[in-house]
Each structure stands twice: as structure tokens, then as C-alpha cells.
């Protein structure tokens, strides 16, 4: 059996990288990371056109992908388009993330409080501009060993 | 692949570049190129005048008052598979004016899609007698009745690099270049490139390539894919940055004065913080050094942007 640790990145497909870093890295808070092919080793090797993001303690690639994707309907803020990512925050940055996304007009839906015995408290639902499903919560047990925390080591 | 977006030195403080001032330009044959220029192009010929570190050469100039150097290397070998070439602003009816002397010369003008939005209309290329590529970018003009010349300005330059990460760092952050476009991020440029690679869009040297896959992807076909752009202004004119598709030869380290080079205007106190931003950062360079080319471009500091294409700040 694969002794897995934890999850470590994840590569999401956009369609216009600049539109892409000014979401997760301006409205969202991400901190630009490293991008690819603006070298000629980099178009050589033929590797993938991304520009990577780390939000919190996770790192997103943003890839570029070769053809239009299936964009989910305009009025659809909460879902998976074929996976939706969920970053936590302390309860008291809960309110100022949402009003960050109202001033960037950036539309979410919630927050949406979870059951009882759930470990999350409320969550928020929202998009980014290719269509990628986000979820920001917070947990009830904030500090708790309840998810271990990921490293980044991505070169 | 870039290691980081860590920058390599502070920007610096409180300078601006107002424009391209001139650019030189290699020809093979120096009377052949200035009939070229003057006869077809209609650029009006500076006989009077001669620009420092330019070797045997002609001067032109815009009806905006910018130079072209053609400068004499009779061993200039053109780069035409390349992203390589520059743009001259012309209004409709000097494009037409030009285009009927070209066909009267028998020089074959192609057309492409454009990916940069600010070439998109009507745009045309065609290759000087020593091979360089040149672009006409129709703009609606004025200034061509100025000095009777039918190219109004010099629109954009271009230059190779194996890095555009640090073409970036030097350009648009520590020399302040805003940024006018970006190829190479969008999903609709690698939907251009597919419609490229079918037959379906024609488009210059240089924009579009083929790529193997990943390296540890065997046998699957070259991948079509947009080659990366970056485009930064000086004042209105722009630089264009293309990758380069394979290594090229630098020049050597401690040359900092050569052709083809742009030079950028800028006034007498940016000049000043130029020099010393690269002193104190080590940034090789020569200048400024007096001369007395014209009372706009008194001064000129010399020196290689990061991917050792030759480039020069002028001031009165």
C-alpha cells in the first residue's frame, strides 16, 4: 500500500494566466510562486505553460490549457467541476475574506453553515474567472491536528 | 523553468523612458538598403547627420524625428525564422503609397494573424535588400507631412532572449517599461496555434511553434504552441521580446556598444540614475559619454539588456 502523507499541489486549468494570478494573488492573497516556459530549456523539454500560486499552505499551478473548457452555467457558484477546492481561515478573517470578494465583485454564495456534528463551521462558495469551483471555511476546532498541514516542495 | 519571481535588483527610483530615439539597423549593402529605405519606404535621408558607434552607416528619419541607422556589416547574416523584425507606424494612405512601390519592385508582401492587438489591422511584411523583416502597423497619422517622410514612427522593435523572466525584470520592473501585452498566456493563443499547425491561420515568423512533448512523454507528435511574448512600452513605441526557439551566440561580456541596437530617449537626470542604478548594481556599461550627435541626444550610456542584445540611453 502507498503510504501517502498528505496532499501537495494540485495543477487546475485556466484560460488566461494573467486574468488567473490577479484572482488568486490579488483578491484571493496568494503569493506568486514560479511559472514556466519563459526559457528555452522550458520549450525544449515541452513542459506545461503554468504559473504557480501558493494560498495559505497549499500550492496551485495554474496551467494553460490547449482548448476552450465546458464553463459551467454563469449563475452556478457552487459545485465541482470535476473537484472543488476548500482553504480554510480563522473564523475571525471569515467576514473580511467576503467582503474582499464583494469589493473585487466577485460573486459567492453563503456562507452556508454545516451540520452539527460537521467539523466545519460555515463555508462560502464562488469561482474563479475560468470556472474553477472554490470553497473558503473555517473549523470549529481552529489549531487542531484535525488536517494535518501540507509542505510545499515543489520544484 | 524560472526558479522564482525574486527580483534581481530595486527598481529604479524616478525614471522614465519617453520613447525610442533611434535604433540601428545592420545591412550587408549600404547603398543598396538606402535606396531601399528612401525610395520605397520614403524615409527622408539625414545626409548631415551622423550618430556615434554606428560604424560606416546612413541616417534616416521618421516624420515623428526618430533615426534608423543602417549600418554597414557586409558579413550580416538575417535572422527570417525568427521572431526577429521591426514595425514602422504608417497611416492607410502611406501603407498604400508603399505597398504599390513594392509591388512595382516585385517585393512579395505577406499578411498574418496577428496575436498582439495592437498589430492586428491591416498589417503587412516584406524583407529589406539585406534580409531584415519589416512590418508596416497602419495607424491613422499626422506627422508624415512634418518632414515628407511616409513613416510617421517607429513602432516596435524586437529582440531575442533565452530568458524573458529576466527580459521582465529589466525591462518592465528596474527600467519601469509598462507592459502592452503578453503572448503565450492564453488559452485562445494555444487554440491559434492548433488552427497554425493545421493549415488553417498563417502567421509570422517566430509567433507560433512546435514542441516535443514533456520529456518523458516518447513518441507522440510535436505539440503546436504559441512562443512566448512580451511587449513593453517606451513612451509610445514598444520593445517586443521573443523567446528565442533555440540558443544563440552573445555577444562577448565586456562589449557593451554594437548593432543592431535600440536606443531610448530619455532626459538628462534618468540617464544619470540609469548609469548609477547600474554601477552600484554591476550591471556592465559604458557611458554616459558626451558627443554632440544633435542637441536632443548629447549623452549616451551604452550597455546589454539581460539577454545581451545591445541597447542605448540617449539625453540632450
Redesign the interface.
Known sequence: MAALESLNHTAIC?????EGMDFYCNILGGT??????????????????FHSVILEDYLLALT??????PMPPDGQLRGAHGFRHGFCVPRSRFEDVQQSLAKHDVQFEGPVDHPEKSPFGQSIYFKDPSGNFLEILWLKEEGSQTFKRRYIHVE | ?????AATADPIADIKLDGISHIAVKVDDLAAARDFYRGVLGFSLESGLSLPECGQHAVLSTASGQHVALCLDAGFAPLPDTGIHNGYRVSPQARQTILDRLAKENIEVFSYREIRPAEAAENCYFYDPSGNRLQLVCADGTAAAANGSLVDAIDHVTVQA????WS?DFYARRLAMPIDA?V????????L??RWKEGAESMAPGQM?L?????T?HGTDP?P?A??QLFVKAGDACVGVY?????FQMPPEELQIGTPRVAFRVSRNSLKAIAAHFKETGHAAEGPIAHSASPQARHSLYTKDTNGNFIEFVSP
Do not use: F
Not at chain 2, 533565452?162 to 523572466?165: A, L, N, T, W
Open positions: 485556466v484560460h488566461d494566466l494573467a506568486a510562486h514560479q511559472r514556466s516556459n519563459y526559457e528555452i530549456e522550458d520549450t525544449s523539454t515541452g513542459i506545461a505553460i494553460v490549457t490547449a482548448n476552450y473548457m | 523553468m524560472s526558479n522564482s519571481l533565452s530568458d524573458v523572466h521582465e503578453v503565450g498566456w492564453r488559452t485562445a493563443d494555444y487554440v496555434a492548433k511553434r514542441d516535443k512533448r514533456y520529456s512523454i505539440v504552441r512562443n512566448m523567446l528565442a526557439t533555440r540558443h
